[in-house]
């Protein structure tokens, strides 16, 4: 079973996303609302980050969604995950304004379908197709919808998130939350709270100009959360990106642990006892084959893109396959029991019940994983297939795959070499067991490559 990309105009690798003023602009705002309105009839939910653009940019679609004839229950500000999550029990359809990692400048549009997944490519594509050829159904004057606010349902989510756990499972384990002044400010420290824990917690004030770091929980912004989690003696420190479905730790010592790893970790402690897939894109390292090895698991591999994991995941599933974890080496993971996306809060809560499980130190946990060595690189590429083409007929003696550009699956080894969703570039990522034979293959990428 594979899942294929396809070429969409407005939305990207998930949803719609640009700069405000130039890309993203109320006016587009509107037509998604209009479109979305024609395509799901009903009640829709609306939530929104924290950016300064949210307001003007989630009037516009809301108004769209409104004069298309459906009912709009505004959340008010929430993490994506919460949406999805209260789409799924009470709703027709979804849709958040934000731009998820993005810079300040930046927002845009998710859009949930009725279980809570973010749009896939097709239904995206016939949604672009409405604002393109102008075929969104406009309501009458007896049709109009109307508007309810419902900012405590958010409420819900965090109870859920909370009751997937034992009671107080946190209980003397001291941890430090960074939301970055995004949607997680209302959330995660709430359900590390609520699971027992000692929350300390850092840019936990919602400010669109993301004065304590950039939405993206890169290292380089990590050092306060860092220093917190020292001086506090916390188990670890979890931050999230601006709209929280992806949550990245660092570990006791203050050390950044790579989204790599984190998958490892967390792969570690859900497929413990349990039999079934683990479903995530080619771009994931190999330490997590290795995990899934350790449980009578196996991996099974996407395109780049969360939409493709979740996708993925429901066909396993329809088809009598048990799914244990999905989830992005990027600190998006998913999982199945509780929603079928990725979910930030759900990940430091999960971290909560690893580190109460094993009583140890997250850096000894993380120590105790084998290491692989892991390059990127990227760069412009003016025919990014051809590229690909021409790695396909030097390589062709090896073990090839093409679930997403090419991947050169190599022993304990492999490189893939991937055009990017958004960019006019080319991603090259190679990953070893060993640092040399990383560099070696790297190289030898890369040698090819400038030819
Ligand atoms: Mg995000």
Redesign the pocket.
């Known amino acids: 079973m594979q899942l294929k990309k396809t070429e969409k105009r407005l939305f990207g690798t998930?949803g719609v996303r640009g700069i405000v003023g130039t890309e993203m602009t109320p006016g587009l705002a509107l037509e998604i609302g209009l479109a979305l309105g024609t395509m799901r009839p009903g009640t829709v939910a609306v939530g929104r980050d924290t950016r300064t653009s949210g307001p003007a940019l989630a009037s516009a679609l809301k108004a769209g969604l409104l004069a298309a004839g459906c009912d709009v229950v505004d959340c008010g500000i929430l993490p994506?995950p919460a949406l999805q999550f209260l789409v799924r029990a009470h709703f027709d359809a979804g849709a958040v304004v934000?731009a998820?990692?993005n810079p300040p400048e930046y927002n845009g549009v998710k859009v949930v379908e009725p279980d809570g997944t973010e749009m896939g490519d097709e239904e995206s594509i016939a949604l672009e197709k409405h604002i393109f050829e102008e075929t969104s159904r406009m309501a009458g004057w007896e049709r109009v919808g109307r508007e309810r606010a419902a900012k405590n349902l958010v409420e819900e989510y965090v109870d859920a998130v909370t009751r997937a756990f034992p009671p107080s499972i946190g209980e003397d384990m001291t941890v430090v939350a960074d939301p970055g002044c995004g949607a997680a400010a209302a959330t995660t420290p709430e359900i590390l709270g609520r699971m027992g824990c000692r929350v300390y917690s850092l840019n936990c004030q919602m400010d669109g100009t993301f004065p304590g770091r950039l939405p993206e929980p890169s290292p380089e912004g990590l050092s306060p959360l860092a220093d917190l989690v020292t001086a506090t003696g916390a188990r670890f420190g979890v931050a999230h990106?601006?709209?929280?479905?992806?949550a990245v730790f660092v570990d006791e010592k203050g050390n950044f642990i790579e989204e790599n790893v984190e998958f490892g970790l967390i792969a570690d402690h859900v497929c413990r006892g349990r039999q079934g897939v683990i479903v995530t894109p080619v771009s994931t390292s190999r330490l997590l084959e290795v995990i899934a090895q350790r449980y009578g698991c196996r991996v099974v591999y996407t395109p780049v893109g969360s939409i493709y994991v979740a996708r993925t995941m429901i066909a396993l599933a329809a088809q009598g396959t048990p799914v244990v974890l999905g989830g992005e080496g990027n600190g998006?993971l998913i999982y199945p029991g509780h929603q079928l996306c990725?979910d930030g809060g759900m990940t430091a809560a999960t971290m909560v019940s690893l580190l109460a499980r094993t009583g140890e130190p997250l850096s000894s946990l993380v120590s105790a994983l084998p290491h692989f060595t892991f390059m990127k690189e990227k760069f412009r590429e003016k025919d990014p297939r051809g590229l690909i083409a021409r790695l396909a007929d030097h390589f062709s003696g090896e073990n090839l795959d093409f679930t997403d550009g090419i991947r050169i699956n190599r022993g304990d080894s492999w490189a893939l070499i991937r055009p990017s969703g958004t960019e006019p570039l080319v991603r090259v990522m190679v990953e070893s067991a060993s640092e040399e034979k990383a560099h070696q293959f790297y190289e030898e990428i890369m040698g090819f490559v400038r030819k």
């Open positions: 998930n994506t934000t998820s990692h990106d601006g709209d929280a479905d992806r998006g990725r």
